[in-house]
């Protein structure tokens, strides 16, 4: 069973970051303007808050899930502002990327049991968000769900997390 012991306090807050990490790459690809940008963020959450109630999550994704509601899941966020402020779109998604390829050698490492089902867990909720609101069209009609840049950032994560 895996969960914070199994890592340091900096493997464990990067490990935290991974799911807001997941979701911002795939917005900063293309971003879509304040309602898409909202429906993005709620899918991404959506996924965070399913995760903890998901009988068939393994312990690292619930455990991740339900450290949102403590201490840990503060210290996450906080250095996700840290990370990825006075980031332009294009280094908002490199860094995204770049965390979650840290995250994926790491689990690797340190949690290879459970390292399958969370990085699954990582690409479903890029593609939730990927999916979550329509890119280009006029005042939300037209456009299509998931863009050419979404896709390209899709194929990224998924290189990222192996």
């Known amino acids: 069973m895996t969960d914070r012991s199994n890592f340091t306090p900096d493997e464990w807050k990067l490990i935290m970051q991974s799911p807001m990490m997941a979701g911002i790459a795939v917005s900063a690809a293309e971003p879509s303007g304040l309602w898409g940008t909202l429906k993005e963020s709620l899918a991404a959450g959506g996924a965070l ?3 903890t109630t998901d009988s068939n999550a393994n312990s690292l994704v619930k455990a991740v899930a339900t450290g949102f509601t403590s201490a840990d899941g503060k210290a996450a966020r ?3 502002k840290e990370k990825l402020a006075g980031s332009q ?7 995204s990327i770049e965390t979650l390829r840290q995250v994926s050698a790491l689990i690797d490492a340190k949690a290879p049991g459970d390292g399958p089902a969370f990085k699954g867990w990582l690409r479903q909720i890029s593609e ?3 999916e979550a609101a329509a890119e280009g069209g006029t005042l939300g009609f037209g456009g299509v769900q998931v863009s050419e840049a979404e896709r390209a950032t899709l194929a990224e994560i998924s290189t990222a997390l192996r």
Do not use: L, N, S
Request: glycine share 6%; no cysteine; charged share 30%.
């Open 49 to 51: 808050a399913r995760a």
């Open 78 to 80: 906080d250095g996700v």
């Open 128 to 130: 939730h968000t990927a």
């Open 89 to 95: 779109p294009a280094d908002i998604k490199v860094k």
